[in-house]
């Protein structure tokens, strides 16, 4: 590039699956994205990035980046493709997608997608109306955290709880499973500098992670058993007199059955199933329930095992009981995104549903693809794939690719990478990346709005996601006009501006500044739920629900409410405990005796970035953390390669032994690629759900180790 060229910069934010959703600056000349910066001015990114955004441009400009429609000319899995036009590519869609509906009906075709995009138009929803549409099967999307959604909804219902920039204010902070350093950022610096204030900070973690190691404090329950932690928690609060029962009597309902329900739930009950003593329960309880304002921030990993629902109503109600939502910077955090005024029913319009249309989840892809728990309907004869990337990401991955093996299914995948799913694709479509198209980010773990600018060419013939399906819905003849609006009428649409939390915000707004915060109360005064006021059917934070029956929130369903789970639900919480551990399964713990805990990579986004050197050198090779006294038991030394099995699978990594995994558990973080590695962490995993939610397990998993041949 000519030097003279001068450079402009624009507002960006950061599209990829993380609760910071970080406003960025795009540096552009020419059309080509130069440079990414965090943008200085925003409170929370406050100017800086994570380790996998700061060359956020080498990932558009990568030499191995899918640059035109190919269509497959090999076997399945072998990626070998070629070139063709755009209108081959959508026109052999069609053709395909109409032979498959004509034979077998529209729910022979299912969608899958993610998170890979946040946008509310390129991202999880954004594909929602053309599949709606198409009557294709509607697909339950629960990777990550719609259990704790479920649970959260039930106690305190869909509010935004503790704000993140509140804990600035806090006097005692507990972030529990959540490992922030990597993957929460710009929440830690708040957290960081709280405690160069004075505040204590505590880390409720399995394992020493980069978070834990900062902490004040480190507690390490056994994997899968927070929730009898959590249920302690709650007795010796009530047992030391530390409730505060003003606050209970006013804005709680159901304290006599939970303090019923919890009275045989003793530190020393927990300490037998958690491995953490009496007394340091007893001491938390005490510290969470005085030093106020407490504050808990609640990661997503707490739901991974089958109690995992219940385990954060548990921990959801304790702020009630402590009184802690009197104050700024007291409460727990979930997901702010609850009071985000987008408009889920313009974005995915269930209204174009057909009546009896069935529900598939996401995690149970590779049993669906073969023919496994397809009660009714058609098999699945075609899938679309965007923003997502099962093989490494859902559970028995070994299922998923036999599934995708099938020669008559057909496989579309609008991707950035030929990654390990699009491998098997019948045909690749080349999708545009951040710069390249305009959106607004949905952000779940803060209290603004985040606007996109399209300031950059797409590379090649990459279009964004959403002219994808406007080509196919005039292809098919859709009318609605969903298909039709661009993606700035997207974005007025999709967003109710007339919202209170809105005021003086606009479009033309976001796009001046790059974001903008809720009117929901600043980080200095906010207290939602300082006088109850919980936006539950009580208007009270609920420990007892009676008749409460399971359920996925609808933004993770296409908005579909028909086939919802349905069970029965315990009213109160409890602690209900792992599928596979010794105590529920003893015969398969003499198989597999190590529980196995996947976190994310702290240089990977999911599976992101994972085929870029750079990132693969901050990572390190796909890795096993074993402790010493389980390594030595097994003959594996630090470096050795290992192979971690059960009966669903395997894969193989690089032996770490270490004291910051105890005995009986080990860690391999996820993302890593399969075509780069010799299998990956989901290769071992449960499809079972967790109790709330359709949550998946993937810390709830039994698995032994040895040496590899």
């Not at 026109?91 to 022979?108: L, N, Y």
């Not at 998923?400 to 950035?416: K, T, Y």
């Not at 105590?583 to 870029?612: G, Q």
Request: hydrophobic share 35%; charged share 20%; with cysteine.
């Amino acid at each position: 590039m000519n030097d003279h060229v001068k450079s402009l910069t624009f507002y960006g934010g950061c599209p990829h699956d993380c609760p910071d959703t970080c406003s960025m600056i795009f540096e552009v000349a020419d059309g080509k994205l130069l440079g990414v910066t965090g943008n200085p001015e925003h409170p929370m990114t406050r100017g800086t990035l994570c380790v996998k955004l700061k060359n956020y441009e080498e990932r558009h400009y990568h030499p191995d980046r899918l640059l035109y429609p190919m269509k497959r000319v090999g076997p399945k899995g072998s990626k070998q493709f070629e070139r063709i036009t755009w209108d081959e590519a959508l026109d052999t869609i069609v053709s395909r997608w109409k032979a498959i509906i004509d034979e077998h009906g529209p729910q022979a075709i299912a969608p899958y997608s993610y998170l890979g995009n946040q946008g509310l138009i390129h991202g999880l929803n954004g594909g929602d109306a053309f599949f709606n549409r198409l009557g294709a099967t509607v697909m339950e999307r629960t990777f990550c955290g719609e259990g704790s959604c479920t649970a959260w909804l039930m106690t305190v219902g869909p509010t935004a709880g503790l704000d993140p920039e509140s804990y600035i204010h806090s006097k005692y902070i507990v972030i529990w499973a959540c490992n922030s350093i990597s993957t929460n950022l710009h929440h830690w610096a708040i957290v960081k500098e709280a405690q160069k204030r004075g505040a204590k900070v505590v880390v409720i973690d399995s394992y020493a992670s980069r978070t834990a190691k900062a902490a004040d404090w480190h507690i390490a329950p056994k994997p899968g058993t927070d929730g009898a932690l959590a249920m302690a928690l709650i007795n010796s609060i009530i047992a030391q007199g530390r409730v505060d029962q003003d606050y209970v009597d006013n804005h709680t309902l159901g304290y006599d059955e939970l303090k019923e329900r919890a009275a045989s739930r003793t530190p020393e009950w927990a300490a037998g199933i958690t491995g953490v003593p009496a007394d340091d329960i007893r001491k938390l309880a005490f510290e969470l329930a005085t030093a106020q304002p407490a504050a808990i921030r609640m990661g997503v990993a707490l739901e991974r095992h089958y109690g995992g629902g219940q385990t954060i109503r548990a921990v959801t109600s304790i702020p009630a009981l402590t009184g802690a939502w009197r104050h700024v910077g007291g409460g727990v955090t979930q997901f702010p995104v609850w009071e985000h005024p987008y408009k889920f029913d313009v974005i995915c319009r269930p209204d174009l549903i057909p009546e009896g249309t069935r529900v598939v989840s996401n995690l149970h892809i590779g049993r669906a693809l073969l023919g496994e728990g397809l009660s009714d309907g058609p098999p699945i004869m075609s899938l679309m794939c965007w923003n997502s990337n099962p093989v490494t990401q859902a559970p028995e991955t070994d299922k998923i690719v036999e599934g995708l093996m099938r020669e008559d299914l057909f496989l579309v995948s609008a991707e950035h990478f030929i990654s390990d799913t699009a491998s098997y694709a019948d045909i690749l479509l080349p999708a545009s990346m951040g710069a390249e198209m305009e959106d607004m980010i949905l952000s779940w773990g803060h209290l603004y709005l985040t606007y996109n600018t399209k300031c950059a060419e797409s590379p090649g013939e990459a279009i964004p996601n959403n002219e994808i399906f406007r080509r196919l819905a005039a292809r098919l003849g859709f009318e609605e006009d969903n298909f039709k609006w661009s993606d700035s009428e997207c974005l007025e649409h999709y967003v109710d501006w007339s919202s209170p939390a809105c005021d003086g915000v606009d479009l033309d707004y976001l796009r001046k500044h790059g974001f903008a915060r809720l009117k929901v109360g600043t980080p200095d005064d906010r207290a939602p739920h300082r006088e109850g006021n919980f936006p539950t059917p009580s208007g009270k934070c609920e420990f007892k629900v009676e008749g409460a029956k399971n359920f996925v929130a609808p933004p993770f369903r296409q908005m579909y409410l028909d086939f919802q789970p349905g069970e029965d639900l315990d009213p109160l919480p409890d602690y209900v405990g792992a599928r596979e551990s010794a105590t529920a399964d003893p015969e398969l713990a003499k198989r597999f005796p190590l529980n196995i805990v996947s976190p994310k990579s702290h240089a990977f986004l999911n599976s992101c970035y994972a085929n870029m050197a750079d990132k693969q050198h901050v990572q390190g090779e796909q890795f096993v953390m074993i402790s010493p006294a389980d390594a030595q038991a097994r003959g594996i030394i630090e470096g050795a390669r290992v192979t971690v099995a059960n009966d669903r699978g395997a894969f193989k990594g690089v032996a770490r032994v270490t004291d910051d995994v105890t005995s009986g558990i080990v860690v391999a973080t996820l993302g890593y690629w399969r075509q780069l590695n010799d299998g990956t962490v989901n290769s071992i995993s449960s499809h079972k759900f967790g109790d709330m939610g359709h949550s998946p397990t993937f810390s709830d998993n039994l698995v032994e180790v040895s040496l590899s041949n």
